[in-house]
C-alpha cells in the first residue's frame, strides 16, 4: 500500500502537480451514474440496441487535489430480439426467434487526473479504469437458452467534467464519456467494444 | 462504523440494481416465438433417389411414466399434415408391406426427468418408439447419426423421423436420414400443426423426389 503511495506521489511529481495536499473536500467520495451504452463492432451485429439499462458507481480516495484512486462497478445490459429466421447448421436447420442477450459487469480498479483546481467551476478530467467483467451470455432460441457466463480483461479510458454545486461543495454534478475494450470471444461475439455516457452526482463523504 | 454501513447499503443497492435493470427475454414472449423447428439430415444422401414413403398409423407417445401408441385428433391432423407434403414434394405414399424407400415414425415426446446426458434421437430407445419390426425388420435397431444435435430439455416435443428403408439391407439398423423437433409452447396444440409442418419442409428445400 505504502509503495503504491510512494509511486503515485512520484507520477504526480512528474505531472508537475505541486498544489499536494491542499484538500478543499473530503478525500473519500462516492459516484452514482445512469448509463447508456452504444455496442460496436462483432458485439452490435450480435444485439445492436443501445443499453438504457445501465449504471455505474464507484467509490474514490483524492491524493491530492489532482489525482484520485478508486474502485467502481456498473452494469449494462444489451438485447435485440431477432424475427423468426432459419438458422443453416452442418446437416441442421433451426427455425427460431432469437432473442439475443449480453449482460455485463465490470469491476475495475480507476484512477483520476483532474485537469483544474478543486475550486474550479468546472472541473474536467481524465480517467482509465482496469479491471474485470463478468460477462452473462444468453442467447434464446424461441423460449430455449443457450448460456455462459464468462469473465474478461476490460479497459476503460473516460474523459468528463465534474461541477460544483457551489464552490468547494462537496456534491458534484458528473458527466463523462467512456470507452470499453474487453478481451471477450465467444461465439459469434470477437470482441467487445463500447461506448458508454454517464451522468450522476459525486459526493464527497469522508 | 458510519463508513461500513454506507459502504454495505451501497452494495445492496447496487445488487438491487443489477437484478432489476435487465429486460426479461420470456415475459413479452408470445407462444409462436416461443417454438423453435429444427432439422438435421444427412448431407451425403441424394434425398431425390427415394420414391415412395410409408408414414406409421398413430403416434408413439413417450413419456418417462407410459408408454402408448395414440391417435388423437391431434395425431391425426398431424400426420395427415406430414404426408399432405410429402406427397406435394413428389414422394408417393404406400403401404408398409409395399416396400417403401422411406418410413415415417412420428412421436409426441415428453419428459419429466431431468437428465441432462442424451444421445442423438434418444427417443428411438424409450419404451412406446416404434420397433423396426413394425417396418418388417424385427430385431434390428435405429441409428441415428451422431451430427445430429438435438437440445435436452423437459418439455413436450414433436419428433418426425424419416429412415432409409431402401439401403437398409446389410448392418442391422434402419438409419435416420431425416428428423424433425418441434419444439416449444403449444406443439401439441392441433391449431399449430399446419404451420409446424409446413415449416419444417419449407426449411428443407433438399427433401424432394425427382420428377419421374
Same mark, same amino acid.
Request: aromatic share 14%; proline share 5%; hydrophobic share 40%.
Given at each position: 500500500?505504502?509503495?503504491?503511495?510512494?509511486?503515485?506521489?512520484?507520477?504526480?511529481?512528474?505531472?508537475?502537480?505541486?498544489?499536494?495536499?491542499?484538500?478543499?473536500?473530503?478525500?473519500?467520495?462516492?459516484?452514482?451514474?445512469?448509463?447508456?451504452?452504444?455496442?460496436?463492432?462483432?458485439?452490435?451485429?450480435?444485439?445492436?440496441?443501445?443499453?438504457?439499462?445501465?449504471?455505474?458507481?464507484?467509490?474514490?480516495?483524492?491524493?491530492?487535489?489532482?489525482?484520485?484512486?478508486?474502485?467502481?462497478?456498473?452494469?449494462?445490459?444489451?438485447?435485440?430480439?431477432?424475427?423468426?429466421?432459419?438458422?443453416?447448421?452442418?446437416?441442421?436447420?433451426?427455425?427460431? @426467434?432469437?432473442?439475443?442477450?449480453?449482460?455485463?459487469?465490470?469491476?475495475? *480498479?480507476?484512477? /483520476? $487526473? =483532474?485537469? !483544474? +483546481?478543486?475550486?474550479?467551476?468546472?472541473?474536467?478530467?481524465?480517467?482509465?479504469?482496469?479491471?474485470?467483467?463478468?460477462?452473462?451470455?444468453?442467447?434464446?432460441?424461441?423460449?430455449?437458452?443457450?448460456?455462459?457466463?464468462?469473465?474478461?480483461?476490460?479497459?476503460?479510458?473516460?474523459?468528463?467534467?465534474? @461541477?460544483?454545486?457551489?464552490?468547494?461543495?462537496?456534491?458534484?454534478?458528473? *458527466?463523462?464519456? /467512456? $470507452? =470499453?475494450? !474487453? +478481451?471477450?470471444?465467444?461465439?459469434?461475439?470477437?470482441?467487445?467494444?463500447?461506448?458508454?455516457?454517464?451522468?450522476?452526482?459525486?459526493?464527497?463523504?469522508? | 462504523?458510519?463508513?461500513?454501513?454506507?459502504?454495505?447499503?451501497?452494495?445492496?443497492?447496487?445488487?438491487?440494481?443489477?437484478?432489476?435493470?435487465?429486460?426479461?427475454?420470456?415475459?413479452?414472449?408470445?407462444?409462436?416465438?416461443?417454438?423453435?423447428?429444427?432439422?438435421?439430415?444427412?448431407?451425403?444422401?441424394?434425398?431425390?433417389?427415394?420414391?415412395?414413403?410409408?408414414?406409421?398409423?398413430?403416434?408413439?407417445?413417450?413419456?418417462?411414466?407410459?408408454?402408448?401408441?395414440?391417435?388423437?385428433?391431434?395425431?391425426?391432423?398431424?400426420?395427415?399434415?406430414?404426408?399432405?407434403?410429402?406427397?406435394?414434394?413428389?414422394?408417393?405414399?404406400?403401404?408398409?408391406?409395399?416396400?417403401?424407400?422411406?418410413?415415417?415414425?412420428?412421436?409426441?415426446?415428453?419428459?419429466?426427468?431431468?437428465?441432462?446426458?442424451?444421445?442423438?434421437?434418444?427417443?428411438?430407445?424409450?419404451?412406446?418408439?416404434?420397433?423396426?419390426?413394425?417396418?418388417?425388420?424385427?430385431?434390428?435397431?435405429?441409428?441415428?447419426?451422431?451430427?445430429?444435435?438435438?437440445?435436452?430439455?423437459?418439455?413436450?416435443?414433436?419428433?418426425?423421423?424419416?429412415?432409409?428403408?431402401?439401403?437398409?439391407?446389410?448392418?442391422?439398423?434402419?438409419?435416420?436420414?431425416?428428423?424433425?423437433?418441434?419444439?416449444?409452447?403449444?406443439?401439441?396444440?392441433?391449431?399449430?400443426?399446419?404451420?409446424?409442418?409446413?415449416?419444417?419442409?419449407?426449411?428443407?428445400?433438399?427433401?424432394?423426389?425427382?420428377?419421374?
Amino acid at each position: 500500500m505504502k509503495s503504491i503511495k510512494v509511486m503515485i506521489l512520484i507520477l504526480a511529481g512528474t505531472l508537475g502537480v505541486h498544489t499536494a495536499f491542499a484538500q478543499s473536500r473530503p478525500p473519500v467520495s462516492f459516484q452514482l451514474n445512469y448509463s447508456i451504452t452504444q455496442p460496436f463492432g462483432s458485439l452490435s451485429d450480435y444485439a445492436e440496441g443501445t443499453s438504457f439499462r445501465g449504471w455505474n458507481a464507484g467509490f474514490q480516495y483524492s491524493l491530492n487535489d489532482r489525482l484520485s484512486l478508486g474502485v467502481k462497478a456498473g452494469f449494462a445490459d444489451f438485447y435485440e430480439r431477432v424475427p423468426r429466421a432459419v438458422y443453416p447448421g452442418k446437416g441442421e436447420d433451426i427455425s427460431a @426467434v432469437q432473442t439475443r442477450t449480453l449482460q455485463t459487469i465490470p469491476i475495475l *480498479a480507476a484512477a /483520476q $487526473y =483532474n485537469f !483544474a +483546481a478543486p475550486e474550479a467551476r468546472v472541473i474536467p478530467y481524465a480517467g482509465l479504469g482496469i479491471g474485470v467483467a463478468s460477462m452473462s451470455y444468453e442467447k434464446y432460441w424461441g423460449e430455449f437458452v443457450e448460456k455462459r457466463n464468462k469473465w474478461a480483461f476490460q479497459v476503460s479510458p473516460e474523459l468528463g467534467v465534474n @461541477v460544483p454545486f457551489g464552490k468547494y461543495s462537496p456534491v458534484m454534478f458528473n *458527466a463523462n464519456v /467512456q $470507452y =470499453n475494450y !474487453a +478481451a471477450y470471444k465467444f461465439q459469434e461475439i470477437s470482441n467487445f467494444n463500447t461506448l458508454q455516457a454517464n451522468i450522476g452526482l459525486k459526493f464527497h463523504i469522508q | 462504523m458510519k463508513r461500513t454501513g454506507l459502504l454495505l447499503s451501497m452494495i445492496a443497492v447496487g445488487a438491487l440494481l443489477i437484478s432489476s435493470c435487465r429486460k426479461d427475454p420470456l415475459n413479452d414472449m408470445t407462444a409462436e416465438e416461443s417454438r423453435i423447428y429444427v432439422t438435421n439430415y444427412d448431407e451425403q444422401v441424394d434425398f431425390s433417389s427415394y420414391k415412395t414413403f410409408s408414414i406409421v398409423d398413430s403416434v408413439a407417445v413417450i413419456s418417462n411414466r407410459d408408454a402408448t401408441k395414440e391417435l388423437t385428433q391431434y395425431d391425426a391432423k398431424l400426420l395427415a399434415s406430414i404426408k399432405a407434403n410429402l406427397t406435394a414434394n413428389g414422394y408417393a405414399e404406400v403401404d408398409r408391406n409395399a416396400d417403401p424407400d422411406l418410413a415415417v415414425n412420428v412421436s409426441r415426446i415428453n419428459t419429466t426427468s431431468t437428465s441432462i446426458g442424451y444421445a442423438p434421437g434418444y427417443w428411438s430407445g424409450w419404451p412406446g418408439y416404434w420397433d423396426p419390426g413394425y417396418w418388417g425388420y424385427p430385431g434390428w435397431n435405429y441409428y441415428f447419426p451422431p451430427y445430429y444435435s438435438v437440445f435436452q430439455y423437459n418439455e413436450k416435443s414433436v419428433a418426425i423421423d424419416m429412415l432409409d428403408l431402401k439401403t437398409a439391407k446389410d448392418d442391422n439398423q434402419l438409419t435416420a436420414v431425416w428428423n424433425a423437433m418441434l419444439r416449444g409452447t403449444g406443439v401439441w396444440n392441433s391449431d399449430n400443426i399446419d404451420t409446424m409442418v409446413k415449416a419444417v419442409f419449407d426449411q428443407s428445400a433438399y427433401l424432394k423426389t425427382s420428377a419421374n
